[in-house]
């Protein structure tokens, strides 16, 4: 019975973390169409992104095995690239708003690829959640298999 209740633990989080993920990214696209962010609120929280997941690049040498760790290490990179391409093309859009004042520059406007600055940032939340969440995976595996072992050993 413990261990029933353990896995519907375990499921009910990762719902949870699922749920909160998904709710995250309708958030920013409901704050986005309401007009409230601007240019430089997209580089610093880009910013902020970037750096956390940096860290958490750092601490994917903590996740046992080879094969466990290579789908974590390459979401890590791909989404510090999104973060990285954000933080370019709204600085780029920054500088050409200060180059051109006559021109009328926003996070709707389409810039490189003609996407929108504000599309490359959902890009970048939505990958950054993703990591999160398979980081979080990860460590609940290794706690489970930890778990395994020990109940092995008795």
């Known amino acids: 019975m413990d261990k029933a209740r353990r896995y519907r633990r375990e499921l009910a ?3 949870f973390a699922l749920g909160l993920g998904f ?3 309708i958030l920013f696209i409901v704050i986005e169409y309401a007009g409230t962010f601007s240019i430089n609120a997209i580089v610093g929280t880009t910013t902020t992104l970037l750096t956390v997941e940096g860290f958490l690049l750092g601490l994917s040498s903590l996740i046992r095995g ?3 760790r290579a789908f974590p290490v390459s979401l890590g990179i ?3 690239m999104s973060s990285l391409l954000t933080i ?3 600085q780029t859009i920054s500088s050409l708003q200060t180059l051109y004042p006559e021109q009328m520059y926003t996070v709707r406007t389409p810039f490189l690829f003609s996407v929108s600055i504000f599309q490359y940032y959902t890009l970048t939340v939505f990958l950054f959640i993703m990591m999160l969440e398979v980081y979080w995976g990860s460590a609940l595996g290794r706690k489970r298999r930890t778990e395994g072992e020990e109940n092995w050993s008795e």
Request: glycine share 6%; proline share 0%.
């Open 23 to 25: 709710f995250a990214v």
């Open 13 to 15: 989080g990762s719902l």
């Open 88 to 90: 370019e093309a709204a």
């Open 78 to 80: 791909l989404a510090m």
């Open 66 to 68: 080879e094969k466990a």
